[in-house]
Every structure is written in C-alpha cells, then in structure tokens.
C-alpha cells in the first residue's frame, strides 16, 4: 500500500497533527482499553521525534515515538535509540505502515553520529513481529527510573536492535529515566 512518512520533533508538531495523533490514539487504545492497561500508572519518557504514516489520502494510520538518551550499559556510559507508542489504526493493521515506521525510526538511529543500539519494550505477544524486523530479545536486567525511585522494568519485555555496537541480548542496562 502506498503512504506518505515523515520524521517530525513532537514539539514542531501543529495542532492539528496533535489532534490527529489523540484521535489515532483514541481509536487504537479506546478508554476501556486505556483504563484497563497494566502500564497506566507508570511514569513513561515523553517522545522526542516521532515517525507519521499517512494513507496516499492524507489519514495518519500509523505512529512511532522516538527517544534518544544516554543510559548505562554494564556501568559505561552508552546512548540509546528508544522507540516506543507504536500504534497503528485497527482499520489499517497488516498492511505494513508500523513496519515502515520502525524501519524509518531505526534508520534516524543510524543518522545520529553516537547511537549505539535501540531499544524498545513490547508485550511477550509481540516478540515474534519485532523479530522479524531485525529487533532481538533482551533478557537482562533493565533498570528504569519510576517518579525518581530506581528499580527493575518487569512490565513487558524488552529488545534491541544493532545500530553502532552489536544489540545487547544479556547483562544489565539502566536507561536513567522512565522507559519510553
């Protein structure tokens, strides 16, 4: 199918777009659904850029939040691509606009000169289609921050994606702020 992408700051965002995105989210994630999600009450890094698909028509169907920190990996400084709120209209699901997204997304981690690896937290159902984009299963230790208390991530499951250095599979990473 065809579509138009872009890659925006969420702060250049208009109005309209913003009105756009709260529509998408509204119809991706319905209140039952929000009020109802395990993850409510967490604090979660707002998004930096963010990755737009629109229909050949114009319809945003299709969204993916970009976050660039520095985290700490093993005890050494590293930078990090997060991607997260990937969300994708039900009407449009299946016809690869989230995939476009995550491939733009992880394109923009390469354009950035000290990008080490991506990162992105996604429900255990999810595993398999974040596989078959290139993303892989960590299974170490993520540490997070949650309304400034440390502790461990244990509400999904967390992968990473190769972009400078090799995508960590074990050992502990601590992203120094809320997941995204």
């Known amino acids: 199918m065809s579509m138009l992408m872009t890659l925006r700051r969420l702060a250049d965002l208009a109005d309209g777009e913003r009105v756009e995105l709260a529509t ?9 659904v929000a009020e109802s999600w395990p993850g409510r009450h967490m604090e979660w890094s707002a998004h930096e850029w963010c990755v ?16 660039l920190r520095w985290a700490r990996r093993e005890g050494m400084s590293v930078r990090v691509g997060g991607i997260g709120g990937v969300k994708t209209h039900p009407s449009a699901r299946r016809l690869g606009f989230a995939s476009a997204a995550m491939r733009r997304a992880v394109e923009f981690f390469g354009e950035q000169t000290d990008v080490a690896f991506g990162l992105l937290v996604c ?19 993520l540490l997070v921050t949650q309304h ?3 502790g461990e991530f244990t509400l999904n499951r967390v ?22």
């Open 24 to 32: 998408l989210s509204r119809a991706v994630y319905p209140p039952e």
């Open 52 to 67: 737009l698909v629109r229909t050949t028509e114009g319809a945003l169907v299709s969204y993916a939040g970009i976050v």
């Open 123 to 141: 429900e255990p159902r999810l595993i398999g289609y974040y596989g078959s984009l290139g993303w892989q299963e960590f299974i170490g230790r």
């Open 148 to 150: 400034g208390e440390p």
């Open 159 to 180: 992968m990473a994606y190769s972009v400078r250095e090799a995508a960590p599979s074990s050992g502990t990473i601590d992203l120094l702020g809320p997941p995204w």
